[in-house]
């Protein structure tokens, strides 16, 4: 009987390690499969985004502007950019440069902050005085819906255009936000997700006015 059992694990034993090699052999075929189409999604709308925020600009990588944006987005993480605010939360993705009637305008960037349900990612377009120029939400996928999720809504993110790095940024909740002192109107029961977006257009405009 005991040898009877000791056979019935080993049998399990080993089946159980076949369904899991398997698995996971078939999972990682899923993933080489759908990789690149993925990520030719995500640049596409990426490209869509810029072209929306920065109109008839034209956008380019620059290796320099790539470099700085690592070296300031370590010491964001790091907690180094501000001596009152921290951002840590805050991820600088990428910027390129926005050049329009041949010369370099200003800057498209990608960039997230922590929200209610996790990242939310936007793309803004500020020019070299570091004004916002257009924003556009990326992803805010892991928000609530009806709350968080409004801030792909136009008339709550029109807010930071015309914004600039003069003023830090805050959000307000009772709707006297205002341009003249760089307050924001949260979105109604998501004061998270609107301070996630406010951090992270503020570390935006840090980064562009440190390339001056």
Do not use: C
């Amino acid at each position: 009987m005991a040898n009877n059992e000791k056979s019935t694990l080993v049998h399990d034993a080993i089946a159980l390690f076949i369904i899991t090699l398997v698995a996971g052999v078939l999972l990682g075929a899923v993933y080489m499969i759908t990789k690149d189409p993925i990520a030719q999604a995500e640049e596409k709308a990426t490209n869509e985004a810029y072209a929306a925020v920065y109109k008839d600009a034209e956008f380019a990588n620059d290796d320099a502007l790539t470099k700085s944006l690592e070296s300031f987005q370590s010491d964001v993480a790091a907690g180094k950019q501000d001596d009152t605010t921290s951002y840590t939360d805050v991820e600088l993705i990428e910027a390129r440069t926005a050049t329009a009637d041949g010369s370099q305008a200003g800057y498209v960037i990608k960039v997230s902050g922590k929200g209610y349900g996790g990242a939310v990612t936007i793309a803004l377009g500020i020019t070299n005085e570091g004004e916002v120029l257009g924003i556009q939400i990326l992803d805010a996928s892991n928000e609530t819906p009806g709350l968080g999720q409004n801030s792909t809504k136009e008339d709550w993110n029109s807010q930071y255009i015309g914004m600039t790095a003069d003023k830090t940024l805050s959000v307000v909740k009772d709707g006297s936000g205002s341009k003249d002192n760089g307050t924001i109107n949260s979105i109604s029961g998501a004061t998270i997700t609107s301070s996630a977006v406010t951090r992270a257009v503020n570390v935006a405009l840090k980064f562009v006015a440190s390339q001056q």
